[in-house]
């Protein structure tokens, strides 16, 4: 996955998610609307075949856009390995 910085304006940014889709957006989207600091986290898909990802983030006053998604994909790749952990788990019988 790569991820491209499309706009960045004060409270609010714009990242294309290369090489993703509706699946992995839709996600980090919902664990951002967790986050009270955040005031819009949408996304956008052109086509679903031709087209990348555009997430929008925007936070509230003086809070980091930037830091809002690292702490919010830091949360979901804490949650994926609880998951893998239990599923290695419950497989290993």
Request: no cysteine; charged share 40%; net charge neutral.
């Amino acid at each position: 996955m790569q991820v491209e910085l499309m706009e960045k304006e004060g409270t609010e940014m714009k990242v294309k998610i290369v090489g993703e889709g509706h699946s992995f957006t839709n996600v980090l989207r919902k664990k951002l609307h967790e986050d009270e600091r955040i005031e819009i986290a949408s996304y956008n898909i052109d086509h679903p075949l031709l087209s990348d990802p555009v997430l929008r983030v925007k936070t509230s006053e003086k809070k980091s856009p930037k830091r809002a998604l690292i702490r919010a994909a830091k949360s979901l790749s804490e949650e994926y390995e609880e998951i893998k952990m239990k599923l290695e788990k419950a497989l290993e019988q």
